[in-house]
């Protein structure tokens, strides 16, 4: 089997030797090239495992020829060479769809660990991305841990499985229970990195005295107590993924250093006199705005810059109703592992409908909860609206028609059954309905109730749509999907 071969491209003589000397010695081919001409003759003739471009060559810029080496069907990792303090077109770089990057003037150290890490890109995960993208479209859950048929899931898995084979520092958003932490596992299991360390780290949750000693470690005697020498965050995730979990919690002392490793890539055990290479991908998660906080001054822009090359923003659970079905099933069906008798719990309809129009301020983490309490309460293996104890009564009506049809299906495949019809509800769950008579069609009922409600709120807000939905509480989104299925017009 022939040797990976890397495609070098730069206009100074000296470094294209430097780096061809230390690539050969890693038992890699080497092609180079002098410009951007010359580049894309051999990518036309070759396949690479790796292209290597500084940023300025004499007919261009290696920008350019990292955006065409993205847009192309193989899956080749590019990483650009870009001159010391220009942390700018490192970000551009990154953001263009480049690997990883390097400073001048190279270290080799970090140019070997950058190299093995773009070798990891190439057939392994290329294989494994149809069988995971099979397993995501039908919605198990088995290949990542996010759950959910929903557009907005889908697209989310997409962009997901494109940011696993780039280095790039990604800052993942979203509010409290969205799913933060599973986004940023679920890049780490579909990266090169998969079989390396994840280790995630709150960042508000450590006292800012021990700060860099937890991040960076510590060297025997550097301060009372320090009794042994100690690995930090960074050294614990090397190789791997490190996420900074709540990272606008950080303290600005500690931004600065953060940031320091961050551009070195390496990094001080406090009471050392040398610093140690790392090699890390970086993944950050908040629920707060992190450019107010730049605004603020209570996050460093420079850090800001670093760390939000490429936002991944997690939509809350009231945006995508349509996965509660699937949800509610994964998680009965985990509850099921740690309590017995949930292994027998049903689901009522009715209940399901209260789920789906509820508002979820706490995302799923909240309904994770509202499904462990309802385990409790359940009477005669059935959880009915009342078991759910929902807050406040925040609902709204459910925008998807089927859902319990997702919840039904999802049910059968994680072997949590549902409750067949209403005749299982518990004595005082019932409806008070309009006449006290039972519906010839409970659809057509329900759907003149919500008919009536759009209506009314139409008419109190002139027909301004916008603030008809604020009104209601639903998405101007929503409102226009429930208008055109009821056929509500605004003349009416």
């Known amino acids: 089997m022939s040797s990976p071969r890397i495609l070098v491209v730069d206009d100074e003589a000296h470094l294209r030797e430097l780096l061809e000397i230390a690539l050969v010695k890693m038992g890699l081919d080497v092609d180079s090239a002098d410009s951007l001409a010359a580049a894309r003759s051999h990518l036309a003739q070759n396949d690479y495992a790796l292209v290597l471009t500084d ?17 192309g069907e193989k899956v080749i990792p590019i990483a650009v060479i870009t001159a010391y303090g220009s942390a700018d077109n490192a970000v551009m770089a990154l ?22 890490s773009a070798l990891r890109v190439g057939k392994p995960a290329e294989n494994q991305r149809p069988a995971a993208d099979s397993k995501l479209r ?26 696993a084979r780039s280095m790039a520092p990604v800052a993942i958003t979203g509010e409290s229970g969205s799913g933060k932490e599973l986004a940023a596992r679920d890049i780490h299991a579909l990266s090169p990195r998969a079989d390396k360390p994840f280790v995630a780290v709150n960042c508000g949750a450590i006292p800012e005295a021990l700060m860099e000693a937890e991040f960076f470690g510590y060297r025997k005697g550097a301060f009372t107590g320090a009794a042994d020498d100690r690995d930090g965050f960074f050294q614990a995730a090397n190789g791997g993924t490190l996420l900074l979990d709540e990272v606008a919690d950080l303290p600005l002392a500690m931004q600065v250093k953060l940031l320091r490793a961050i551009q070195e890539r390496r990094v001080r055990k406090v009471g050392a006199t040398v610093e140690e290479a790392v090699d890390v991908r970086l993944v950050s998660a908040t629920h707060q705005n992190l450019a107010e906080c730049v605004e603020s001054g209570r996050f460093r822009q420079d850090l800001y810059y670093r760390l939000n090359v490429i936002e991944l923003k997690l939509p809350p659970l009231r945006e995508r109703l349509d996965d509660i079905g699937l949800l509610v099933a994964a998680i009965l069906a985990r509850l099921s592992t740690f309590t017995p008798q949930a292994e027998q719990v049903t ?31 359940a009477n005669d293996g059935v959880i009915e609206v009342a078991d759910l104890g929902l807050k406040g009564g925040q609902g709204r009506p459910a925008e998807m028609p089927d859902l319990a049809d997702h919840y039904s299906e999802a049910a059968a495949v994680a072997g949590v059954p549902m409750a067949a019809n209403l005749e299982s509800a518990a004595p005082g769950a019932a409806v008070q309905l309009i006449g006290g008579e039972l519906p010839s069609s409970l659809p057509d009922y329900l759907d003149d ?15 301004n749509r916008t603030k008809a939905a604020d009104l209601l509480g639903i998405s101007f989104r929503q409102l226009r999907y429930r208008m055109q299925r009821l056929s509500i017009h605004e003349q009416d």
């Open 95 to 116: 953001k263009a769809g480049a690997f990883d990057y390097l400073s001048k003037p190279v270290a080799l150290d970090q140019l070997r660990l950058m190299v093995q």
């Open 347 to 377: 689901l009522a309809p009715a209940a399901l409908s209260a789920l789906c129009a509820y508002a979820f301020p706490g995302n799923v983490r909240e309904l994770e909860n509202i499904l462990e309490r309802a385990l409790a309460f």
């Open 55 to 71: 940023m300025r060559l004499p007919d261009g810029l290696g920008i350019e020829l990292v955006r065409e080496v993205s847009a």
């Open 138 to 163: 039908a919605g198990s859950g088995s290949a990542l841990r996010l759950i959910g048929q929903s557009a907005a899931m889908q697209e989310l898995r997409t962009q997901i499985v494109r940011l």
């Open 449 to 463: 109730i919500e008919r009536d409600v759009i209506r009314q709120a139409l008419a109190r807000t002139h027909f």
